[in-house]
């Protein structure tokens, strides 16, 4: 803290989730004194646009964390296993968005309006969960509180933008090389990604399952607390620039009709339930790409088994699944006195 107020700082400020960071930051009035723009040495002296401002990029060193209270992270794995611990021992608060942390018993997973109070005994790394798990564990914190859940299926249509700045360029580049009859170049995706489906996101593992898949398993039981959950889950990459939409299946304890659940959910914070089918109104990405809720519609009974229900959730994968949900992070550590 200078005599300004709090310093923070964006780690992989050049990135997508970076700039969305510092849009947040700046729409949202956080009240920050000072705010430093850090990423590889490849960026350093490039403009971002901070509310009025402007930052100039410099290089993520330890020097430059030195004397920042508040560093939101989202430069990668390895840049945040070498760089978190440094700054945490400088004394500074490390809100990472990278999956590095994120299993680590001794840092609190956190999801606002899900589980705020892990954030109360946190050792200044405090880690963002995966996209795909945040939209699916607000949605579904409302349903265990009141009728407990035994088992998840879920399946996702993953955007493109969640692998960064140059996969938007590649699924870009790749539209207007089909529609010129050229030959589409993977580069970022294993495989051709422009009207076509990829059942492949991150690395797999030897039980068959992809990392981002047993990401989801593993996150949502940490952050409802039930390391007995059953959760299966089938990730997809689709050719959608923003947005990332699932459709769950869960069963849960006790019975909770559709229409108790939509009444439970848009009563719940950080939802906005959009579920008349008859009248063509079901959560789409194309709408909630740049908002701040996690929207849910097609909510039904599941007709093959006793205490099942299907959803479809959707949420803008940069905001509410990066960049948005590690500044409420940072909001709620002031709300508690923990920064
Ligand atoms: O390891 P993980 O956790 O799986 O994360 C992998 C990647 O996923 C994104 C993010 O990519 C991350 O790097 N990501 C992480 N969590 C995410 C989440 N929850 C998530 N995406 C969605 N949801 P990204 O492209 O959005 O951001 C990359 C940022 O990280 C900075 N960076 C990289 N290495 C760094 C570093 N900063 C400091 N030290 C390091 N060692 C990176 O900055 C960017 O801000 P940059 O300066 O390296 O890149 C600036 C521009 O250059 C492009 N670029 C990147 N690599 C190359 C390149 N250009 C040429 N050659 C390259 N090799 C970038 O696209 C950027 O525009
Ligand atoms: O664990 O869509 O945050 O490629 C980063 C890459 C989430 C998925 C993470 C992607 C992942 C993301």
Known sequence: MNDRGL??????????????????????NFPAGT?????????????????????????????????????????????????????????????????????????PLVVPEVNPEALDNHKKIIANPNCSTIQMVVVLKPIFDEAGL??????????????????????????????????????????????????????????????????????????????????????????VFFGHSEAVNIETDTKLSAKEARVLLSQAPGITVLDNPREKIYPMPIHAAGEDETFVGRIREDISLENGLDLWIVADNIRKGAALNAVQIAEELLRRKLL
């Open 7 to 28: 310093v923070v700082a964006v780690a992989g400020a050049t990135g997508a989730v970076g700039r969305e960071m510092l849009k947040i930051l700046a729409a949202r």
């Open 35 to 107: 705010v430093k723009a850090l990423a590889s040495a490849r960026s350093v002296g490039k403009e971002l646009p901070f509310g009025k401002d402007t930052l100039v990029v410099e290089e993520l060193t330890e020097d430059a964390l030195t004397g920042v209270d508040l560093a939101l992270f989202s430069a990668g794995g390895e840049t945040s296993k070498k760089f978190a611990p440094l700054a945490a021992r400088a004394g500074c608060t490390v809100v990472d968005n990278s999956s590095a942390w994120r299993m680590d018993p001794d840092v």
């Open 150 to 239: 035994k088992r998840i299926v879920v399946s996702t249509y993953q955007a493109v933008s969640g692998s960064g700045q140059k996969a938007i360029e590649e699924l870009q580049e790749q539209i207007r090389a089909l529609f010129n009859m050229q030959e589409p170049e993977p580069k970022v995706y294993p495989h051709q990604i422009a009207f076509n489906c990829l059942p492949h996101i991150d690395d797999f593992l030897d039980n068959d399952y992809s990392k981002e898949e047993m990401k989801m398993v593993n996150e949502t039981r940490k952050i409802l607390g039930d390391e007995n959950l059953a959760v299966t889950a089938t990730t997809v990459r689709v050719p």
